[in-house]
């Protein structure tokens, strides 16, 4: 076996640190570890993904590190008789891994290892998919991984007919009782109707859904895909490295489309590979819900987030410029910081930071590509600063007057409260690890947030409904907190829905694709047990999850 050492040693373990795999693949891991060479098999490729995606549900981040040093030439013989005698279960979870190096038949351009660490998250992945075709995972091996990411691909569909539940369908057409949901082999909503009154087509697939409600794909508006979080970073975990910042916003976006949300506007990430994860997502990589992503926020030098996720810019010709990059990379709206906020150490909620001119360079550059524009405002100096430069969405407002309100109201500004966000850090405190400068700027907002949301409620300003979850010390997935929040403080649980639903896609501009239930949008249905209409709460059931016009996700008993 050339370029492999016999007779390794099995590493010795950290006293106290759970074994969870047994010694025979450890140590056949070894034995890849120590290989010679410098590229990365032809043949290897689809048995590593695989390999690194089982490690990524075993949580072993630390492990599947060191599996990088696997890119270099091995034989697929090697590989097989290293690794043909350990698939077993293993402590956690079933351990499937699956070489199946023969189905690859042609050479594929991929990267050195010497290029690893410099290339974006998920590059490796899409090169494999764009000369594999985006089956291969199926076509390498049985594990349930590789089945569940060939099921996502647009391989040939049969129509589905959700039928017999009540339906909010955030359209014209109101709740429809006893309703039926058509969707057609392209995955969109061919359509929907009274049971009796929609076309059926033959050979459908049927998903009844008696006594349970059936609702266009949420949107969280605001959230944070790739942001690793503090808790993480305490435990060792170093989330501005590129791996790490890849596996937690694999993590998140699972979570995401398993909690039913199936589409996520990104407010703000910490490097561009956000937009890999996208394309991942879209390519049927990885499992999750759509993105529209922001890029990297813009803020002043030391303003809101500079230490998480945004770049520096001072003055209107660098924030120009860095707009331009967002979009040159693949933004789909710009984010910039007007105000100070509760996440960033050294700063006041009250505090003013970029200037009018430098909020209109942003904005004027975001416009001229058809793009809008989402603000961190947290007070209402920052409203006026804000609309004077033409933004199209207020982040938070904690602090805001009739005044702001209404002049929101008069622009067709919209309002993303983020209430629960506020909440939780005062809800949870120092005990769950929120830094100690957080809880006393969330906690002296609390009631001036409610106010706020009140009093623009009532000026009719148009809401969205968004988490910013992904950073600190909360994991995405949790919209429906968001939503009792906001029905608690006054709205009514329809209007909730709609929040995430029409209205948020409208400020998306995919109002032709996602946000209702109607034909000729993405069929992207959440099904949940009870009437959210009645009990917003009833929207975390999660019974299943439909992305266009797939089933990605379902409860065990489902």
Not at 25 to 53: D, I, M, N, T, Y
Not at 115 to 132: E, I, N, T
Not at 326 to 342: D, E, H, N, Y
Not at 359 to 371: I, Q
Request: with cysteine.
């Amino acid at each position: 076996m050339a370029g492999v050492r016999r007779g390794i040693r099995e590493p010795r373990r950290r006293r106290g640190r759970p074994r969870r795999y047994g010694k025979p693949l450890e140590l056949a891991l070894q034995q890849l570890w120590v290989s010679s060479g410098h590229l990365c098999s032809k043949r290897l490729a689809p048995f590593l993904l695989e390999l690194l995606a089982t490690l990524d549900r075993h949580g072993e981040f630390r492990v599947r590190a060191r599996v990088h040093h696997a890119l270099q030439t091995i034989s697929p013989a090697t590989i097989d008789r290293l690794l043909k005698p350990h698939r077993r279960p293993s402590v956690r979870r079933p351990l499937i891994l699956s070489p199946a190096a023969a189905v690859l038949r042609r050479p594929i351009p991929l990267r050195t290892f010497g290029d690893w660490h410099h290339v974006q998250p998920g590059a490796l992945q899409a090169d494999l998919v764009a000369h594999l075709g985006p089956d291969f995972l199926f076509r390498a091996g049985n594990g349930r991984f590789s089945e569940r990411v060939a099921a996502r691909q647009p391989d040939p569909r049969v129509p589905t007919v959700i039928e017999n539940g009540r339906i909010f369908t955030a359209s014209v057409a109101g709740v429809i009782d006893q309703g039926v949901v058509v969707i057609g082999d392209d995955g969109r909503i061919a359509a929907v109707g009274r049971r009796g009154t929609a076309n059926v087509p033959a050979g459908a697939a049927r998903w009844p859904v008696e006594g349970r409600a059936v609702l266009p794909g949420p949107i969280d508006m605001h959230a944070h895909v790739l942001c690793g979080t503090d808790a993480e970073a305490r435990e060792g975990l170093n989330t501005r490295t590129v791996t790490d910042q890849t596996l937690r916003a694999v993590n998140n976006a699972r979570r995401c489309i398993q909690a039913g949300i199936t589409t996520v506007r990104d407010a703000g990430a910490r490097s561009d590979g956000i937009f890999k994860i996208k394309q991942a997502i879209d390519q049927g990589i990885v499992l999750g819900p759509r993105i529209f992503p922001s890029g990297q926020a813009i803020t002043m030098s030391g303003g809101h987030g500079w230490n998480a996720a945004a770049v520096e810019a001072d003055g209107p010709d660098e924030v120009r410029k860095a707009a331009r990059q967002q979009l040159k990379a693949g933004a789909l709206c710009i984010k910039l910081m007007v105000t100070g906020g509760a996440g960033t150490a050294g700063e006041r909620i009250t505090d003013l930071q970029f200037s009018v001119d430098e909020l209109c360079a942003g904005t004027e550059e975001a416009h001229k590509k058809g793009r809008h524009v989402l603000a961190h405002v947290t007070n209402s100096d920052g409203v006026a600063n804000a609309i004077a430069a033409g933004i199209d969405s207020i982040e938070h407002g904690l602090v805001l007057n009739e005044d702001a309100v209404q002049a929101m109201s008069e622009h067709g500004v919209y309002l993303c409260p983020t209430l629960e966000a506020y909440e939780r850090i005062v809800r949870l405190g120092p005990a769950a690890g929120y830094y100690d400068y957080m809880v006393p700027k969330a906690a002296s907002v609390l009631e001036p947030h409610r106010a706020s949301f009140r009093l623009a409620l009532s000026a009719g300003v148009k809401m969205l409904a968004g988490t910013d979850a992904g950073g600190h010390f909360w994991q995405l997935g949790d919209l429906g907190d968001e939503l009792e929040r906001m029905v608690e403080a006054g709205m009514t649980a329809e209007a909730a829905l709609l929040s995430a639903t029409r209205t948020a896609a409208e400020c998306l501009g995919w109002q032709e694709d996602v946000g209702a239930l109607e034909a000729g949008r993405w069929g992207d249905i959440l099904i949940v047990d009870g009437d959210p209409m009645q009990e917003i709460a009833a929207v975390k059931r999660v019974h299943a999850v439909f992305k266009g016009g797939r089933l990605v996700s379902r409860t065990p008993a489902a």
